[in-house]
């Protein structure tokens, strides 16, 4: 027997205003045409002004609470992959574990930009593994509507608001199931590729700025580097993979990276077309909508993998 991380549940929430590529044409020098050719998103949901990343999380979180069969606190740790928390402290995981009415455990925020859920599934199973946790949920939640400057037409048409959420439990199991191999990277080096220009260093918010076509060569590269490294890992080879769940930023990088990896298309989950990058919510939500569409079932072998600000990129390797 081996102990493994095991699914138990997952659910998503997005917010209600749904925000279509045309709503851009009226204020910024951009096309609905252009928008799908060059990133495949059509629409975007933004959060109301009283909606923040712990709202979206809660709601999420509840999701994957109910399809596992499980209250708040039955969670041994809440673990939040976010770029956007409500406040600068305290985390937005305390937040959402209020929220559930959840009186035991611990919960903390990971910040890898858009490589946070898999950063966060890594710490989750590192947590269950040595130990420390046996039930935790992973949440990705975000409000990137609030650090997009609305005036950059480079930037601010490509992201979303939303939040996902996964329930890990450890089970002592003979099967081959739950997250088989975890990859990890990042390089400062980068930093100036895709940043905010907010925080401590400026007094404020700050909006996103970014390098689109560098950012985009990296992306193709390392995505399927680190896909490769994951499945190593595991044991696995491309052509055990049912899906790979792909960070949704852009049609052309989820196409390019499954082509790199040798993996058809119609093995891809694709969400993007209806959320734009939700950055750190965009796995959890593609696990959740990829269940909900009847594309992942259980048995099935995942890929997940996301490349994001730092620059931070990794990939997980899991059974359904
Ligand atoms: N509407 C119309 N034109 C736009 C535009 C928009 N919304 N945004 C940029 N353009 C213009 C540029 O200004 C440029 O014009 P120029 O040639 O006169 O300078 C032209 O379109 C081409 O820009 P370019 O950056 O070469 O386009 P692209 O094909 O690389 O697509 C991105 C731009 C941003 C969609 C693409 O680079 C990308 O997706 N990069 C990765 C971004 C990403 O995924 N980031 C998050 C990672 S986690």
Redesign the pocket.
Known sequence: MTLRAIVRGVGHYLPDRIVPNSE?EAT????DE??KT??GIECRHFAAPDEFTSDLGTKAAQAALDMAGLSANDIDAVIVATSTPDMTFPSAATMIQEKLGMERGFAFDVQA??AGFVFALANANGMIMSGQANRVLVIGAETFSRILDMTD???C??FGDGAGAVILEGQDTDADRGILGVDLNSDGRYRDM?YVDGGMTSGQTGFIK?Q??A??RQ?VEKLASTADAALLKAGKTHEDVDWIVP?Q??I??IQGTAKKLGVSMDKVVVTVQDHG?T?AASIPLALSIGVQRGQIKPGDLLVAE????GLAWGAVVLRW
């Open positions: 851009f910024l020098d951009t096309t252009w928008i060059r990133s930009v858009c037409r480079g930037t048409v490509l895709l970014m689109g076509n950012l985009f992306a960070h930023a852009n052309r990088i990058n950055s996301a490349i994001g600000g």
